[in-house]
């Protein structure tokens, strides 16, 4: 594999998208770049602003906020004005700022050409909303990868759960619905599969199941890329 691939993964939240992209980036030797930790960095400094659902306040805040991504041992963080918030970007409230400031296009054009410029040169997979639309038009493979709400949201509160913050089914289930409708109707770069994405759908699949089938359509696609 000598030369770079780039496979991008969309989806709505809660699909398994980074814990299948931090398998698979670290089986095939690639950068993997959780693009939805951008754009909830953003969304923490405009929830500190008290600010974060008001699009005019959003647009003018754009080149103020220095969101740099650094790479510890493999593992993303992320920082806000040289503050590490890559645990702080994971608070629920942060999920629904991270939506709204998103939709903002100011926003987008400014982590688009972030994102680009950090897997510059790099074999990478990325994940998010706009990956194979947007930012990687031209990846080796692009994947869309989708769950029931359902199972996400169950899957969620055991990740909650286990991180001994555990929220009731009916409200992950609730908010999750609400954040997916945002992320697939705003105007600018809406969650939408590329056309010529596959689709894996892991509701019935387990983790290990879905990096493996993940894993099998990669080197398909990096074997014919080369
Ligand atoms: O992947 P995530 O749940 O951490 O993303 C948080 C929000 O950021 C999500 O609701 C929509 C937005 N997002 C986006 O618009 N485009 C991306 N490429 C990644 C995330």
Do not use: W
Request: hydrophobic share 45%; charged share 25%; net charge negative.
């Amino acid at each position: 594999m000598s030369k770079t691939f780039s496979i991008a993964i969309d989806g709505p939240a809660g699909a398994g998208k980074s814990t299948i992209a931090k398998a698979l980036a670290r089986s095939l030797g690639a950068m993997y770049l959780d693009t939805g930790a951008m754009y909830r960095a953003f969304g923490l400094y405009m929830l500190r602003k008290g600010a974060a659902n008001d699009p005019a306040a959003v647009a003018a805040c754009v080149n103020d906020v220095d969101i740099t991504v650094e790479f510890v041992d493999g593992a993303q963080h992320i920082f806000l004005g040289g503050e590490d918030v890559t645990t702080a970007i994971r608070e629920p409230e942060v999920s629904m700022a991270a939506s709204d400031v998103s939709a903002v296009p100011e926003v987008r054009t400014r982590m688009v050409a972030l994102q680009r410029k950090i897997a510059e040169g790099h074999s990478v997979i990325m994940d998010g909303r706009d990956i194979g639309t947007v930012v990687l038009p031209n990846a080796t493979l692009k994947i869309f990868l989708t769950a029931s709400a359902e199972e996400r949201a169950r899957r969620r509160c055991l990740e909650l759960e286990e991180k001994g913050r555990p929220v009731p089914y009916e409200q992950v289930l609730k908010e999750m619905k609400e954040r997916d409708y945002q992320d697939s109707h705003r105007a600018a770069s809406p969650l939408r599969a590329a056309e010529d994405a596959r689709h894996v759908d892991t509701s019935d699949l387990t983790l290990e199941q879905s990096v493996a089938l993940m894993r099998d359509l990669a080197l398909e696609a990096i074997g014919g890329a080369k």
